[in-house]
Nanobody, 124 residues
Framework: QVQLVESGGGLVQAGGSLRLSCAAS????????MGWFRQAPGKEREFVAT????????YYADSVKGRFTISRDNPKNTVYLQMNSLKPEDAAVYLC?????????????????WGQGTQVTVSS
């Protein structure tokens, strides 16, 4: 059974940092694109960042560009999201997603597996 488990969320002051992790199990995702999305209460799920299977290609939402960094460790079957200079508007449930295809992708329907999410709260 494929599982994606996010961790690292929590409460942080504006301007602070958090590092989210997403550990995959049940299959190897070394040949798969991975992504991070977020969903705030009353809002639609939105794309945050994606990384291709090799880690050489990444894309970011304009709202997080320059502040967030996505990376992966294929031997550990884990993807990370380093979030710096956090703002109150970054508060949301952050979800990890995995595709069966290798190229980085920004649309949520193109992902095949999803985690349950981890809460990020940013106080002003």
């Amino acid at each position: 059974q494929v599982q994606l488990v996010e961790s690292g969320g929590g409460l942080v002051q504006a301007g602070g940092s958090l590092r989210l992790s997403c550990a995959a199990s049940g299959r190897t995702f070394g040949n798969s694109a991975m992504g991070w999305f977020r969903q705030a209460p009353g809002k639609e799920r939105e794309f945050v960042a994606t990384i291709d299977w090799s880690g050489s290609s990444t894309y970011y939402a304009d709202s997080v560009k320059g502040r967030f960094t996505i990376s992966r460790d294929n031997p550990k079957n884990t993807v990370y999201l380093q979030m710096n200079s956090l703002k109150p508007e970054d508060a949301a449930v952050y979800l990890c997603a995995a595709s069966i295809l290798p190229n980085a992708r920004v649309s949520s329907p193109s992902y095949d597996y999803w985690g349950q999410g981890t809460q990020v709260t940013v106080s002003s």
